[in-house]
């Protein structure tokens, strides 16, 4: 376990550092002040796994929304509409040396919950570690409890996906949404079918076709929706063109 933990760090730090660029309308900085709101972002596994056919689990895409993260957001500021705190170092989880990493007894037991399992991808060692370093210590919670927070503030999701295991059909919507898997749709008819509390990220291939990737839901942290930012765009935005929102396995 010691050394699967410890590959996952180094991945996911190599990861990070080939991404530490930022895009045009972000602002990322380290122990940032309190932040306003919670982004829950869940990912369409069937675009990612067209992203990243590699990834363990993309043989058999699920066809559902899977937990991304949680993720600490401050409010837009002009053209600045993706502002966050990212690697803070004041959390309570952190000690002297390890730089806020999680360790192999904290990992093993964050494998070991089970529900929290069944709403993310399929060796989810290396997201954990990312997601943690990079978001959670910047949440004010511990480990423990920011991961928790993945099960706990799950049900601000209001689109599932079929394969999901709290899937429920009879939801007006969530119908609709059913009715766009396998087709494409202009990209206003696809945010019709959400709340007012969710932004979008999409993902374009080599010949411009575009796919719905991730639904960023913005709550407060009892997991009720906040509504008062208007402008997030974490990513590829999602022109007003049609967008694809592909099957998967169920």
Known sequence: MRLLTAISLLLTTAWASSVMALDANEEAYVDAPPTRFLVYSVTWQPT???????????????ERFMTHGIWPYSESIG?????????????????????CAMGDGDMKSVLSNERLRMYVTR????????????????????????????????????????????????????????EMVGHAKDFSAVRKVFPANTAFRCYRDANGKQY???????????????????????????????????????
């Open 48 to 62: 990612f796994c067209k992203m990243r056919p590699a990834t363990a689990g993309c043989d058999q895409p699920p």
């Open 79 to 99: 053209d600045r509409t993706n502002r966050h705190p990212q690697f803070c170092t004041t959390s309570t989880a952190c000690k002297e040396g390890d730089a």
């Open 123 to 178: 060796d989810p060692e290396g997201m954990f570690a990312h997601e943690w370093k990079k978001h959670g210590t910047c949440s004010g919670k511990t480990i423990q409890s920011y991961f928790q927070d993945f099960i706990e503030l799950r049900k601000v999701v209001s689109i599932r996906g079929k394969g999901d295991p709290d899937y429920q059909e009879n939801q007006e919507n969530q119908k609709a949404f059913d």
């Open 212 to 250: 719905l990737h991730e639904v960023f839901y913005l709550v407060d942290s009892q997991g009720q929706p906040y509504e008062q930012e208007e402008n997030l765009q974490i990513g590829v935005q999602c022109a007003e063109q049609e967008t694809w929102i592909p099957r998967g396995k169920l």
